[in-house]
């Protein structure tokens, strides 16, 4: 299962972002947008993202 990783756009912070099920192929980044793109890392902070904001660590 690929996972896509975010960095906090304020404190810079790496943390999973989505995990993207196997049977979405290879566009795992439009299969991420699907989802809420609102994210939280473990300090509070909040952030937004788009499409280029998703790293593929898998």
Known sequence: MPMLMLKCKTCGEVFAGVYVPEE???DVRSAAMSTDTAHTCSR??????TNEDYMDWS
């Open 44 to 49: 509070g902070h909040k952030n937004v993202y």
């Open 24 to 26: 979405s192929g290879n």
